[in-house]
């Protein structure tokens, strides 16, 4: 059963474009939502994170939007460049377990 | 700050036999916490352990184990290696316990079962 549904598995965007990426949850004890980039042969590292009580957060280029009705969220990074090519999932942690539940992952591919 | 480190990076074992990998977390991070990653099945959590006690355990078999030291280091243990045991096991560290605090990963273990 995959708890945190991530789309489009793969996309490519050329340089300067918007990337955006969507997960949608299911169990409504989620309250934290992280999303991270890895990069080939690297380990996954923390990129934003947001919490139900916000419907945005933004960090330089990179924005969460939080649909809590909808039980959607969403990564934007604004003008896309090739140094972002990388997989990004997103996940969600449940209050009191913490245990992390992650989407399956994007494919991030910018075009020069 | 060297960041976390895992050895070895890769593995390669045979079924039936078993495997022990290392993490040496952050210096002062007393929370580390494993994961498989498959291409199948993505990214799964093992299990974290903080101050040398498991906190919190996934959805693995009892073959998947771990252990922390005094002075955080951990270790994992898969016993009786199955082929589906083939995977890119990370391990990640945090200040504080709870999977809450934010969690820098290694680069991790890639472990292939014959």
């Known amino acids: 059963q995959q708890q945190v549904k991530q789309s489009p598995q793969s996309l490519i965007v050329q340089k300067g474009g918007i990337s955006i990426i969507n997960c949608a949850y299911e169990?409504?004890?989620?309250?934290?939502f992280p999303w991270y980039q890895q990069f080939p042969g690297k380990g996954p590292a923390l990129l934003i994170a947001?919490?139900?009580?916000?419907s945005e957060k933004k960090e330089g280029r990179f924005t969460i939007s939080f649909n809590k009705s909808a039980k959607q969220f969403s990564l934007h990074i604004m003008d896309s460049q090739p140094g972002d090519s990388a997989t990004y999932f997103c996940a969600a942690n449940a209050a009191g377990s913490y245990i992390p539940t992650f989407g399956r992952g994007t494919s991030l591919i910018v075009h020069p | 700050k060297a960041g976390v480190t895992q050895t070895p990076r890769y593995l390669i074992k045979t079924r039936g036999q078993q495997v022990t990998l290392s993490c040496s977390p952050i210096?002062?991070?007393?929370?580390v916490s494993w994961y498989q990653q498959t291409p199948g099945q993505g990214l799964q959590f093992l299990f974290e352990y903080f101050s040398e006690t498991q906190r919190n355990k996934g959805n693995f078999p009892g073959r998947f184990s771990g252990r922390q030291f005094s002075n955080s280091r951990s270790e994992m243990n898969v016993s009786t290696l199955e082929l589906g045991d083939s995977a890119l096991y990370l391990c990640?560290?945090?200040?504080?316990?709870?999977?809450?605090?934010?969690?820098?990963f290694g680069p991790g273990t890639r472990l292939t079962v014959l």
């Open positions: 990640a560290s945090s200040r504080l316990a709870g999977l809450r605090d934010t969690q820098y």
């Open positions: 210096s002062g991070h007393r929370s």
């Open positions: 169990n409504t004890a989620f309250d934290y």
């Open positions: 947001i919490r139900p009580d916000v």
